[in-house]
């Protein structure tokens, strides 16, 4: 059975919301199809623009978008990272934990899917925009949170679970240690992310590439904002400062387009060139513009290039997908002693 969660939000409550396709609350009545959102109105008001929309709680912290083309992209980004990950969602050994924590929830698939798996953990997802479902399992709910924020979390936890966040931070590290302090002993935190660096190991792929190209650009933009892309391969090391004990990390390769032979990277590139296209624009437009100063229509026409590219076949590239996750030592564990800086 599943019902509408009330969400919290850190701004004033006002009324219980209907969804923007609803009928008006003002009038006192909810229908079964309102929503039950406890959230100000303000917060369904989305920035626009360039054409697109993004969230208004904590506004232009977040750079990409949050509109329904987006929605979208991020759900085919999931189902394309579940059928990398051979069905699952997470990899650290949990066993019957009782609050999980999805940091950057999205459109909160990850967290409905545990909720399933684990019916008694209560499942908490945090976002700065409401586009997640009304209707979820009794024990997941939905939060308008903003993870940059020294109260964040309410209760310790057993799992916290991060996925595809770079460039939200400006040093994720941050993250990291306030999910070990807020971690039950014993308690797991995993990260699962995007390497951006486009990789490839057959030669196929020149030096004037646009799409790697267009990575680096990307890259430099961000840096400026101060938001870093490159974590991916950085998160085992900073698990281990942090004092996480069992930290593993996997790799995983996962083609831009469908240029492999094998049948299901085939199909996986093939969604994922998809997943890529539909998100260039979304990926470019606030990052190029605040960041190096570009306007809308130079970024047009410079993403042109690189969609021929990143569609080309001939160039057998990839990204890599690490999946890092590790373990608050139980009080009295010796934890592991932390590289040198």
């Not at 949050?66 to 759900?75: A, G, K, S, T």
């Not at 066993?95 to 990850?110: A, F, V």
């Not at 400006?170 to 995007?194: C, H, N, T």
């Not at 391969?233 to 930290?247: C, F, I, P, S, T």
Request: hydrophobic share 35%; proline share 6%; net charge neutral.
């Amino acid at each position: 059975m599943v019902r509408a969660r009330r969400r919290r939000s850190k701004q004033p409550v006002r009324a219980p919301l209907s969804s923007p396709m609803q009928s008006d609350p003002s009038d006192g009545q909810e229908s079964c199809g309102t929503s039950t959102k406890s959230v100000n109105q303000s917060i369904f008001n989305f920035v626009r623009e360039n054409g697109r929309t993004y969230h208004r709680y904590q506004a232009g912290s977040y750079m990409f978008p949050n509109d329904q083309y987006e929605i979208e992209r991020l759900d085919l980004q999931y189902e394309i990272l579940k059928v990398l990950f051979k069905g699952r969602n997470h990899y650290a050994p949990l066993k019957n934990p009782k609050k999980i924590l999805d940091i950057g929830t999205g459109t909160g698939k990850w967290a409905i899917e545990m909720g399933n798996e684990f019916p008694h953990a209560e499942v908490t997802g945090t976002d700065l925009s409401p586009i997640q479902p009304e209707w979820v399992p009794n024990n997941v709910k939905f939060v308008i949170d903003d993870a940059n924020e020294e109260d964040w979390m309410l209760d310790p936890m057993d799992y916290i679970h991060t996925r595809v966040l770079l460039g939200c931070f400006d040093d994720f590290r941050e993250v990291i240690a306030k999910s070990f302090r807020y971690l039950k002993p014993g308690g797991w935190m995993e990260s699962q992310e995007y390497m951006p660096t486009v990789y490839c190991d057959d030669g196929s792929m020149s030096s004037d590439y646009a799409f790697a190209e267009w990575t680096q650009t990307q890259d430099k933009a961000a840096m400026t904002l101060g938001k870093p892309l490159r974590i991916a391969n950085k998160l085992k090391r900073w698990y281990e400062q942090a004092g996480y004990v069992d930290v593993h990390e996997e790799v995983f390769k996962l083609p831009i387009n469908s240029w492999p032979k094998d049948p299901q990277f085939k199909m996986l590139g093939r969604f994922n060139e998809t997943n890529l296209l539909d998100g260039l624009q979304a990926f470019s437009l606030q990052m190029f513009q605040k960041g190096l100063g570009w306007t809308k229509d130079e970024i047009e026409v410079y993403l042109v290039h690189v969609r021929k590219a990143l569609s080309d076949r001939n160039v057998h590239a990839y990204h890599k997908i690490f999946v890092v996750w590790g373990r608050k030592p139980h009080e009295g564990e010796l934890a592991a002693s932390p590289p040198p800086s």
